[in-house]
């Protein structure tokens, strides 16, 4: 009878790390000079001659807040990796599991989360599995907790839906790795969401996989080859300028204060190339009855109330300026008391166009009242001023109206009914 491996565990995070070189090693420790530097000892990288298929499976295993001000939600996501490993292939332990106690000395994916932020608690550890030919494949697992970005599109809010995305992507060139989506848990546990007082999160799940082809590979490589041939051919001056530039406005990934023209173009070579990627994508849908009640339903009573000042007879021009300059005043004095509440973004947002186009409306009506008084003239009884301010009044309010329902009824019934459909 075969002896299992003992039940130890590996902690840590995906391969995601760099490896540590003689340049980083000492920065985050001040080793006098007459002390001598210990030796590194060097990282261990397994290779393999053939393509290795990879099978990758994704997991929300809970959804934090989302903040759309930071671009950023907060999960933790379970991860899991298969691959093949002809090395432990063994014909009498079918069907049979061990977990993996030495994974540095075996071909690993090197896999990292490409869009998280900061990293909480993580937990790593590998497995061996056997079918029933006794083929062994390993198993590597992890649950990652931190925070994600995401880069919420903002311009239906507050009746936006927003995809919250986990990348999974590998740091081996395209030619040696195949990256393939395990999509057999399609659905998402509502339940484990905490933020569910604003945002509607729906159960299915979507999957995407990335695999660069020959073809895109080689157009990548041809135009590094150009740039590379580019710099070769300016002046020492200015290739030197040039290459200041481009380690002063470029992140050095080996940590070190100096970098040489090799350790460039090392970069050039390895970072630009297309990387294999996986991910699965949770949609969530802001419930938008906050920002209804609390901004928008506010506005439209400070709109509404700017047609009371068409009960002030039209020959008297001043009261009627006077109390459409406050009214109007009063609505700017609450959309600045309400940005807190507003993305900040360069573009304009379904919110921002709804605040825009009441301040328009009552710059219609304090034009009006302006113009009014040309057609008074010094007879307040005359009929033509009167039913000029009439129809002026029709006019606006049926356009105020008009808006206001549109707006409340087109978005509203659009937001549930993507809540109901994915309910």
Known sequence: ?????????????????????????????????????????????????????????????????????????????????????????????????????????????????????????????????????????????????????ESMELVQFPFDSQELTITVTTNLDAEKICLHIDDSESMLNPSNFSDCSEWFLHEELKY?????????????????????????????CDQKNSYVNDVMTSENVYGASEATGDEHEMKDDEVNLPRSTACVMAKATRKPMFYVLNITLFMMILGALIFSTFAIECSLIGNRLQTTSTIMLSNIAFKLAVGNAMPRVSYFTYMDFYILITLVQMGLVLGWHAVVKQLCGDDDNDSTALWADKIALMVLGAFYVLFNTVFLTKNLTRVYRISSTSA
């Open 208 to 236: 995407q996989v990335y695999n660069p082809t020959q073809s895109q590979i080689a157009q990548v490589q041809a135009v590094q080859k150009r740039k590379m041939r580019g710099r070769s051919q300016v002046k020492p």
């Open 1 to 149: 009878m075969e002896e299992s491996p003992s039940p130890l565990r590996s902690r840590g995070r995906i391969d995601s790390l760099p490896p540590i070189t003689s340049e980083t090693a000492h920065t985050t420790e001040f080793i006098p000079d007459s002390t001598p530097k210990p030796k590194l000892q060097k990282v261990k990288t397994i290779t393999r001659k053939d393509k290795v298929d990879v099978q990758i499976k994704i997991k929300f295993l809970k959804i934090g807040d989302i903040c759309t001000a930071e671009e950023m939600f907060k999960a933790t996501v379970f991860m899991q990796a298969k691959w093949l490993e002809p090395s432990l292939d063994h014909p009498s332990k079918k069907f049979h599991s061990f977990e993996l106690l030495n994974p540095e000395d075996y071909w690993t994916p090197s896999l990292s989360v490409d869009n998280l932020l900061d990293e909480g608690k993580s937990k790593l550890w590998h497995l061996v599995s056997y079918n029933r030919h006794g083929k062994a494949s390993i198993i590597q697992r992890a649950t990652v907790r931190g925070s994600f970005h």
